[in-house]
């Protein structure tokens, strides 16, 4: 990765990721998004003033403004810009998660609709809602040709987009990829996982002993993927499952998520003990977290630090896998594990050496997980270049 980037509820590129990390700074608020469903939100600042450029104006909804939010952070843009020189736009392909797309635009346009129930005209579906749409936005905002595909792989959307973009590069259709993802706030999302009593009252505690659920947040974030040593880290190795257990719950045994982490594993030819800290996915439900230490267990022991870094920022659904990749980069650069936000000791039925506290240590290698409805799993290895 010779560039990456991420906006969250904690702040606007890297440098505001590491500094709400550090000071154990969380970013969640009372839902002031959509009151009446209650709980707490991941709100990124400055989304509802942000506008596109003007050539781009078609692309507008608040799934776009997120992306280019984060695509002025932290020099991406212009790093992407090197990169087309060096290799040409149509060479460099566009991989992008998300779960949720531009569907408040949808919102929206259902709620302005005529008496006929004909939508306004000023809904633009193909532009927007369109699950292909952010991976057209960021290729057309960034002047590139190359391909443009977009990932909806719930919760693993984002993680997943490193998979497909680094089998494009590995098989020589495109020598680099921007990855990543968005997925912002909407009604839809917000009233799913009220209707499913999967959000908590107060902000999400992962890993804690009385969690109570999850708090849903908004995040978009880039990487620039190119060939192997290019870049301060590398990807090492990644693993995907599809266990199909059932919609909505993880199998009971972690089975997906255990062949996840091992495949992951295997691609990178690493033991277990070479890595230095796991981020887990850690949502906060009951059975989530419970599941997923009971995996991590089955493959890692007690030995390998792990802790979920959702108590900051919320569960971004799609885009989780590519903030969580930025966290990981600020916590191998500044030699970290942060530990789960908002909690004094982990549950004392977990197996795994789960971090509650922030611990200086080297972190080399990061193993980070993203799971998502429908047993769908993915596990990424994160190594730094140095």
């Not at 045994?253 to 255990?258: I, L, M, N």
């Not at 003990?273 to 981020?279: L, R, T, V």
């Not at 549950?347 to 080399?364: H, K, L, W």
């Amino acid at each position: 990765m010779s560039a990456a980037t991420a906006v969250s509820a904690v702040g606007h590129g890297r440098a505001a990721h590491a500094r709400a990390l550090r000071a154990r700074r969380g970013g969640l608020r009372p839902n002031d998004y959509d009151p009446a469903v209650g709980g707490w939100i991941g709100r990124v600042e400055g989304v509802e003033e942000h506008r596109l450029p003007a050539a781009l104006a078609a692309y507008d909804c608040r799934n776009h403004r997120l992306a280019d939010m984060a695509l002025d952070c932290d020099g991406f843009a212009a790093a992407v810009g090197r990169a087309r020189a060096r290799h040409g736009a149509d060479r460099i392909a566009v991989v992008l998660g998300t779960s949720t797309s531009g569907v408040t635009a949808a919102e929206d346009a259902y709620r302005a609709r005529a008496a006929d129930g004909a939508l306004p005209d000023w809904f633009d579906f193909d532009n927007t809602q369109d699950l292909g749409a952010l991976a057209r936005f960021v290729r057309d905002r960034l002047g590139l040709r190359g391909p443009a595909l977009s990932v909806s792989t719930a919760c693993a959307s984002s993680a997943r987009s490193f998979m497909d973009a680094a089998a494009l590069i590995r098989v020589g259709i495109v020598d680099a990829a921007v990855v990543g993802g968005a997925d912002s706030l909407c009604r839809m999302t917000l009233h799913g996982f009220a209707a499913l009593e999967l959000l908590a009252p107060d902000p999400c505690r992962p890993c804690a002993a009385d969690r109570a659920g999850i708090s849903i947040g908004e995040a978009a974030g880039f990487a620039l993927l190119e060939r192997a040593g290019e870049g301060e880290a590398l990807l090492l190795g990644a693993g995907a499952s599809s266990d199909g257990y059932h919609m909505s719950a993880p199998h009971p045994e972690g089975a997906g998520a255990v062949a996840a982490m091992r495949t992951a594993l295997d691609a990178a030819g690493l033991a277990p003990d070479a890595i230095d800290w796991i981020n887990l996915h850690g949502t906060a439900t009951r059975a989530n977290d419970a599941i997923e230490d009971m995996a991590v267990a089955a493959v890692f022991g007690d030995a390998v630090p792990a802790s979920s870094t959702k108590g900051w920022t919320g569960h971004t659904l799609g885009a989780c896998g590519i903030l969580e990749t930025v966290i990981a980069l600020e916590c191998m650069r500044g030699g970290f594990v942060a530990g789960c936000l908002g909690i004094d000791a982990a549950d004392p039925a977990f197996t795994t050496g789960i971090a509650v506290a922030n611990t200086a240590r080297p972190v080399r290698r990061v193993l980070s997980n993203s799971f998502g409805f429908g047993g769908i799993n993915c596990s990424l290895i994160l190594g730094s270049a140095a």
